[in-house]
């Protein structure tokens, strides 16, 4: 379901929402004491939001699905994750600030490393670090422009991660994976996903920009290769000011997250993911903007490498940046994750995430703590992630009376 | 909503998952105590998974509607019962294991007591024992065996309850109950409902069927009419393993259960309703598949007669049945119920139902106890009975993640 439209309900009071995102916070409390990071941790100022604020928990995409990093922030940005769906090289494109246009096409590129006979050895070419990465981007950039008369562009990302844009008339998008997901064997052929002609013709295309490409840096010792997933274009989806009326801004250090707040027509801000710098980005841009996402991503990247005691550390941190963010005088200012990252399951899941909505206008309900079980007695219950959007637009006092 | 397709995220780990439903487990607590049945009853067992695991209540069709036996289990499998219905004729012949086949048209019949002027006497025909019935459907099916074409099937069910079954080309069943819902009064004429030439056609010849039936056995003393209600056609649902990647099996003692799993493509094993017996069909099967779907009756039929202390009992025998459910390791176990039956309302009601998932990526939600009350503060919330399905697959680990 699409949801309520709720554009003839909008009005512009001149209040701020700050949406300030902990990547990953829920967690499962499976451990001896049974308690969760959040739980564990010492989160004096978000406690004291809740007992000021209301609270609940979001279900991020679907009961049961375990979002990647984009649905789950399209989710909380109010956008159902399972009717905007995103490839991967879109987000990636977007995300590291390319100017990637309508009609583009985007593939993620990993290095890897082949072995003599062209089989991969290492899937991301021994993780090299991000100026080796660029050094090559810089190497293919120069050996492969234009194939077919389809312009052809290249980007850095991180570490071994890279990006290839092409750009032309009738590209398709529907291409599949070359990376094989295993060692020991060739990268495989571009193909396309369908029959439609442009997908054909694309699939050919990239498979002559490869092989190009792969001759080129064929004297690398570890990025010889390379691995092209998630073939997209850029979504053309109504913005987050179109639908919502609010003109906002991301603070997000990884190009992933500032990537999808792009693609809803967020303006990117300054941010490295020390969170004392990001906060202090959103300050110098609070004048500009209604509202602000500010993201925060170690406690996602504890979670993933199962280190509970960094996790509860990391929470600490996002947690002592609240007094700076209530001293700009936010009508709306909201903690929730993206989803959960339980460090007992080293991975993203599909645990509802706590949520915290601090208003004048929030009903109090009498909790005096944030985490994943207090909130089930929160009074915004459990509820889809897109319910947040209609919510803080409300406590904001920017939506108007439905009805006479 | 018809919710979302989770056939892209689905991955087999072998893990395997068991359905254990109580039925009609819900009560109201409206006694003197103001307890419910399961308040009321020491469920050692669950109290411990719940501990250990997640609770809260589902709703089996939609908010306020009382199920039948039929839709109550649909939403449990995951199948939304306002979008998949089903004749009860269609229920009960694949209960019985009758072959039933795409094109065939099935009716419930029940026996009836006929007074010397055709009335009905007895709408039960004084719920005569199975074995009369048999005998009187024996009678049925060597006088009944064909008319207009259409070849004609007769099978027991259980005390009056029988089966009809028309196969033939091109019949309809849209097709009214014969049953006039009260005494004093002949059973009602087969009526098309609507005027489709296949429901007009067929009408006719069932009402020949019937007619034919009733002079057959005009001389039992007991049995001498017959009732049918609820036409229908086998539906052609997409199954459980096409859904959700499940091989599946049902334990269940009553032919109504069985065929609802069935329907969804479950295989049938032995049942008897005795719950040892029951268990211990689950165990020999244990390697074969991936999904147990075990039914325990008795609790439902305490709350119709309205005996509170009794569905005590049974919901406590129900419990004891864990541990062994337990020793064969299921990743994920589930307690629930296809509906509440209250012995106060000595009926079905639309009271959500508690349920209990017992998984270790289960978020530990504080709950020390298994009833409707605690459910309320569980940590999978209030939610419609279409979620389990989705929620049992994450924990089992059997979903991928959705999107970057």
């Keep these: ?17 700050i949406l300030y995102v902990w990547d990953g916070l829920g967690g499962i409390g499976a451990g001896p004491e049974g308690k969760t990071e959040l739980q564990a941790a010492r989160t004096p100022n978000a406690d004291r939001l809740a007992s000021q604020g209301t609270c609940g928990l979001l279900e991020p995409v679907y009961p049961g699905v375990t979002p990647g990093s984009g649905p789950g922030h399209l989710g909380l940005f109010g956008y159902d994750p399972v009717e905007y769906q995103i490839g991967r090289g879109a987000l990636e494109a977007v995300g590291v600030g390319f100017d990637f246009r309508p009609g583009d096409v985007a593939a993620r590129l990993n290095f890897c490393t082949l072995d003599s006979k062209g089989a991969i050895k290492d899937r991301r070419a021994g993780r090299i670090p991000t100026d080796e990465s660029k ?8 050996a492969v422009k234009e194939v077919d008369g389809v312009e052809v562009l290249w980007a850095p990302v991180k570490e ?9 008339e009738g590209l398709g998008d529907g291409l599949e ?24 013709q694309t699939a050919k295309t990239v498979q002559k920009v490869l092989a190009k490409a792969m001759k080129a840096i064929a004297d690398e010792k570890k990025a010889n290769g390379i691995l092209a997933r998630g073939f997209a274009k850029r979504p053309q989806w109504p913005s987050f000011q179109e639908r919502f009326g609010l003109h906002a801004a991301v603070a997000a250090g990884t190009p ?20 004392a710098n990001d906060v202090a980005s959103v300050a110098a841009a609070w004048e500009g903007y209604d509202f602000f996402f500010l993201h925060y991503k170690h406690t996602d990247k504890a979670g993933e490498d199962g280190d509970f005691d960094a996790k509860v550390h990391y929470i600490e941190e ?42 004048e206008t929030a009903r109090r309900d009498g909790l005096s703590e ?9 009074g915004l219950g459990l509820r889809p992630s897109t319910h947040l959007m209609p919510l803080a637009l409300a406590h904001a006092g920017r939506l108007a009376k439905f009805g006479a």
């Excluded at 071994?160 to 032309?168: K, M, N, P, T």
């Design 135 to 142: 050094r090559v981007v810089a190497r293919l950039a120069e």
């Design 370 to 378: 944030f985490n994943e079980i207090a909130c089930l007695r929160g």
């Design 1 to 17: 379901m699409a949801g309520m439209d709720l554009r003839p309900l909008l009005q512009d009071n001149g209040s701020k929402i």
């Design 177 to 200: 994976d070359t990376d094989p997901q295993k060692e020991g064997v060739p990268p495989l052929e571009v193909r396309a996903a369908s029959g439609a002609k442009a997908n054909v």
């Design 318 to 359: 996002a947690d002592s940046a609240i007094p700076a963010l209530e001293k700009l005088g936010p009508a709306v200012l909201i903690v929730t994750a993206d989803h959960s990252t339980p460090s007992a399951m080293k991975a993203h899941s599909w645990h509802p995430v706590p949520v915290l909505l601090a208003a």
């Design 160 to 168: 071994h991660r890279a990006l290839l844009v092409l750009r032309g």
């Design 256 to 275: 992933m997250y500032r990537g999808v707040a792009r693609l809803v027509g967020m303006d990117a801000l300054e941010a490295t993911n020390e969170i």
